[in-house]
């Protein structure tokens, strides 16, 4: 027999209806209320992030998705990723979407969040709340079902340098590629061309991938 496995998905799902008992006391009115949440890549070092539906003119279905609520994927204790989760509600199911809003910083300190309000920050009092939930979460659900994704730095900036680089020979116009663990290897020292030049590194190979984007795009 094959054994069911909770989604993430589904888990974060049963956590905002959690949270409204726990930490919200049912003043995020569920009942018929359109929302999706998902673990993914987050803007810069926030927690969570949340988007709300297009609220313009001559929407159609094809324009509408419902409120969608974000926890970063690098979330590794599950309290903070349950207060994060809980932030991205008050921006969700309030309407806040801006976190300097006087009425965010009310909202915010009503339900137990500290400064800075633009991430997870919480009180004793939300802390306490937020380890009944997860109690509650994991009696019912079972534990959170989904690793911590880690990413490799290698500068300050949080990116991630490409292994493989391209060197050249500026004389001839011979072309390859090396590992970069072989240039650092050798104290980042470039081979010599067959027609006797020394070859040079392709500085326009030379990108960076982003280990951070914004959700969803």
């Known amino acids: 027999m094959i054994k069911y496995m909770m989604t993430r998905e589904e888990w974060l799902i049963h956590a905002v209806e959690e949270l409204d008992k726990q930490v919200f006391h049912g003043d995020l009115n569920?009942?018929?209320?359109?929302?999706?949440?998902?673990?993914?890549?987050c803007q810069g070092t926030k927690g969570s992030e949340t988007v709300q539906p297009y609220d313009g003119e001559d929407v159609t279905l094809e324009d509408f998705f419902p409120t969608t609520m974000a926890v970063s994927w690098t979330i590794?204790?599950?309290?903070?990723?349950l207060g994060n989760l809980a932030l991205a509600c008050v921006h969700g199911f309030f309407d806040e979407?801006?976190?300097?809003?006087?009425?965010f910083k009310g909202l915010a300190k009503k339900y137990g969040f500290d400064k800075p309000f633009n991430v997870y920050n919480g009180t004793a009092d939300l802390e306490a709340s937020l380890q009944i939930t997860l109690a509650e979460l994991e009696k019912k659900y079972g534990k959170y079902p989904g690793k911590a994704v880690s990413f490799k730095k290698d500068d300050k900036n949080g990116t991630r340098k490409k292994s493989t680089l391209k060197i050249f020979c500026p004389s001839c116009g011979f072309e390859m590629s090396v590992k970069r663990r072989m240039l650092e290897k050798h104290n980042n020292g470039l081979p010599i061309c067959?027609?006797?030049t020394k070859m040079g590194l392709d500085l326009?190979?030379?990108?960076v991938e982003q280990t951070t984007s914004d959700f969803p795009a």
């Open 97 to 103: 979407k801006l976190c300097n809003s006087k009425r």
């Open 30 to 41: 569920l009942e018929g209320r359109q929302y999706q949440v998902g673990a993914g890549r």
């Open 204 to 207: 326009s190979d030379e990108e």
């Open 76 to 81: 590794k204790d599950p309290i903070e990723l």
């Open 194 to 196: 067959p027609c006797g």
